[in-house]
């Protein structure tokens, strides 16, 4: 029977000293959360689910460079910022995105037909217009918006001043509403 810890400076440790569940229990609690940073950051499955792979196995083999002076939480998503923005460039952002959407749905009526599809495309022009912004603004505004952090989080992850920060996301919400009233 494997003893279950909750803590991440406990599980950190344990893995140090060789306890590999430990590890596995990060990666089972920060799993998804990775997932869905990548993926409002890069914008597709394919990207997100491979740079969540990248960050597991970053987490895995640095883990031990882990300083204790921020939380952990903090560490994994500036990797997955790091890894995600990375991606971005190396792509030259000319890809658009293709979402996974869920076909499982079963409309029973035209009106549940009309509102799927309306929602759908609400989802997929923001999505759009989150593409359409520099990287820096947009990885302020997702962290803020979707991940619901504060500046001061963000700015552990990024290492930009609360100011810098301030000034991204205010740019993003400015682009991303002329975007929307080109949209209307």
Known sequence: MTNVLH??????????D???????????????????????????HDDADEILQQVLIVIYKKLESFN?????????????STR???????????????????????????????KNFEEKE?????????????????EVFILRNFDEMSYE??????????GALKANYFHAFKKLKELMSENE
Do not use: C
């Open 18 to 44: 060789g306890n590999q569940s430990a590890f596995n229990q990060l990666a089972k609690k920060y799993r998804e959360k990775i997932y869905w940073h990548a993926r409002r950051m890069v914008g597709n």
């Open 122 to 138: 609400r989802v997929d022009n923001m999505k759009k217009m989150l593409q359409k912004l520099p990287a820096k603004q947009r």
């Open 68 to 80: 204790f002076q921020s939380s952990l939480y903090t560490w994994i998503y500036k990797i997955t």
């Open 84 to 114: 995600s923005l990375n991606l971005i460039k190396k792509n030259s952002i000319k890809r658009f995105v293709s979402f996974i959407t869920d076909d499982s749905v079963d409309p029973k009526s035209e009106e549940d037909i009309f």
């Open 7 to 16: 803590n991440d400076d406990e599980l950190v440790k344990e893995f140090l």
């Open 153 to 162: 989080e963000i700015s552990q992850i990024t290492g930009k001043s609360i």
